[in-house]
């Protein structure tokens, strides 16, 4: 019981609803494979004085407003995504909430288009925040993905269209030989 107690107000999910820098419940996917955190960030350009300037999401998320942020707080680190590659991106500390608690803490930026959630949350802020991931949790309702049988059916119906849809950006190839 004393464990439970302890605990109560720092177990999340795998995924969770955060507040994050004037923006409310923005969807998160929490990654205890990763390091560090990142959140997506558009119109990344730096000034002539040295100051990064973006916007927080893209212009197809709903969570983006076109508020263009300037900070000269910033630090730069090697990252070695999940492929393997190896990317420098620039490193902010932001005020945020999950669960109910308040932490400042690091995230990488970087363009999270193509992912599920626009911010993904890794190791080190858990570690700051003290939380448990409990991922039988989902605090996020996810769209349903292709499932593996549809892939296989488009697969067997049409190969080529199949590559063409799902294969060829992947390998930057010219198409089917």
Not at 87 to 112: C, D, G
Request: cysteine-free; aromatic content about 10%; glycine content about 8%.
């Amino acid at each position: 019981m004393i464990l439970g107690k302890k605990l109560l107000g720092k177990v999340i999910g795998a995924t969770e609803y955060i507040d994050i820098a004037g923006h409310q419940k923005v969807p998160a996917k929490i990654d205890t494979g990763a390091d560090s955190s990142s959140i997506w960030v558009s119109n990344l350009k730096m000034k002539k004085d040295g100051k990064l300037s973006f916007t927080f999401f893209g212009e197809n998320s709903p969570y983006y407003t076109g508020e263009i942020i300037e900070t000269s707080k910033y630090l730069v680190r090697a990252i070695r995504s999940s492929y393997g590659d190896r990317q420098v991106r620039y490193l902010i500390k932001l005020p945020i909430r999950i669960n109910h608690k308040e932490i400042t803490t690091s995230f990488t930026l970087a363009n999270r288009e193509r992912n599920d959630f626009p911010i993904l949350i890794g190791k080190n802020t858990l570690k700051e925040g003290g939380f448990v991931v409990d991922i039988t949790k989902n605090a996020v309702n996810q769209q349903k993905r292709v499932k593996n049988t549809t892939l296989r059916h488009e697969l067997k119906k049409n190969p080529s269209y199949f590559h063409r849809k799902y294969v060829k950006e992947q390998f930057n190839t010219k198409g089917v030989a």
